[in-house]
């Protein structure tokens, strides 16, 4: 576990937050500008290189703050460019980031828990149950050691992040309120100046956060929904249960009528051989979707040990795509990247630490899939 030193960790403050800090120092506040600069553009962790302010406020800084991200455990660079790190986090677990570069875009999937709670049938992450929410600081710490990762330049030209998915390990809006403030820094031109319509929200369906996002911050949003029924539904994703269908794309058209101009809700699915895949699925989800203004992306399943499922063919991926196609639908199936670091979509692992023996050792995820089928770790997360 990281060690506490006491000091206020400026990584994770947003704008507001951060003249709120320089105020109740006695400082002006637009301090925060100058500060958030050297932090977020220039990867600058250390208060002495900052060169535009005073050595009184640099010592003032040092006695009672800090910047201080997660720790980089590994970073890999898979043959296709796509990046993956393995960052560890206060609560002892890891967690991972991965980056993906295509064409201009370059995406960033950023996690948002330690383990996760909902135990969705197909996931790894939630097969490791819940470690801890991640702090603001270790969201955007996640940008930050990427974008440090790549040079930090502030250009807006040549930038490596491009866009941002809250993808990774967890359910964002479960870490509602460090989730929030990590997407504000991401938007915020002193941060990462990220778009709006560039910083994605991907969701199971906790629908009265769903509400209380359009309330806070316009971003787009990902709804994980992997199964066109109820009865399915329940099985794959149990949130469900609490929240079913109807009430979810309810809320889920509530949101980006709210945040008006053309904007569209992506609805991730995850393609399970002879479970969610057959023409039947695809005409439920047609109608499911009727009235819904989306984008679909198809997601074919990467298997790991034990999961129980299968990925389809590609015969019936392609026979599900143009079914949707056909009824009128944007619809693109997701290639997969970074397979030989593990960084596919749905191979997200991290290390999630034993909530019941923390004190004692690591749940090491990858060691447990290699030592029972000798095979290499892999799971699914969407
Ligand atoms: S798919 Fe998402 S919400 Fe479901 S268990 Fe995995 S991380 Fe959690």
Redesign the pocket.
């Known amino acids: 576990m990281t060690q506490s030193t006491g000091k206020t960790n400026l990584l994770g403050l947003t704008q507001e937050e951060l003249e709120q800090f320089f105020e109740q120092i006695g400082e002006k506040r637009f301090r925060a500008g100058q500060i958030m600069k050297w932090i977020h553009h220039f990867g600058v962790d250390d208060f002495d290189a900052m060169t535009n302010i005073g050595k009184a406020l640099r010592e003032k800084l040092k006695a009672s703050a800090e910047i201080r991200g997660p720790e980089v455990v590994s970073e890999d660079i898979s043959s296709d460019g796509t990046r993956k790190w393995v960052v560890r986090v206060a609560s002892g677990s890891c967690v991972e980031t991965v980056y993906i570069p295509q064409g201009s875009r370059g995406t960033l999937c950023v996690s948002s ?1 330690a383990g ?5 049938s ?6 490791q149950g819940f470690n801890s929410d991640l702090t603001a600081a270790e969201i955007i710490g996640q940008v930050w050691i990427a974008n440090k990762s790549f040079g930090t330049i502030p250009a807006k030209i040549d930038r490596a992040i491009t866009n941002v998915v809250m993808m990774g ?3 964002p809006l479960l870490n509602f309120d460090n989730v929030v403030a990590a997407m504000k820094i991401m938007m915020d031109d002193l941060g990462y100046g990220i778009s709006k319509r560039k910083v994605t929200l ?3 369906g906790v629908v009265p956060m769903i509400d209380k996002l359009a309330e806070v911050i316009d971003v787009s949003l990902a709804l ?1 929904l992997h199964a066109p029924n109820d009865e399915l539904r329940n099985k794959l ?1 149990p ?1 469900n249960k609490k929240y079913p269908l109807e009430m979810l794309l309810a809320a889920c058209k509530r949101y980006i009528s709210r945040l008006g101009e053309k904007r569209v809700l992506t609805i991730e699915y995850t393609l399970l051989k002879d479970v969610n895949d057959t023409p039947q699925h695809a005409d439920e989800m047609i109608a499911l979707l009727k009235d819904v203004p989306c984008k679909i992306n198809l997601i074919p399943f990467n298997p790991f040990p034990h999961s129980g499922y299968e990925r389809p063919s590609n015969n019936a991926i392609r026979r599900f795509q143009d079914l949707l196609h056909k009824a009128g639908h944007n619809v693109t199936v997701r290639t997969t990247r970074g397979e030989d670091i593990d960084a596919a979509c749905g191979q997200l692992v991290g290390q999630v630490m034993d909530r019941t023996r923390r004190s004692e050792r690591y749940i090491a995820v990858r060691q447990l899939n290699s030592e029972t089928d000798a095979a290499s770790s892999a799971a ?3």
């Open positions: 828990q996760c709670a909902l135990d969705c197909f996931c790894s992450t939630g097969k390990m967890g359910e991907s969701t199971s994980s994703v949130i699914n997360r969407t």
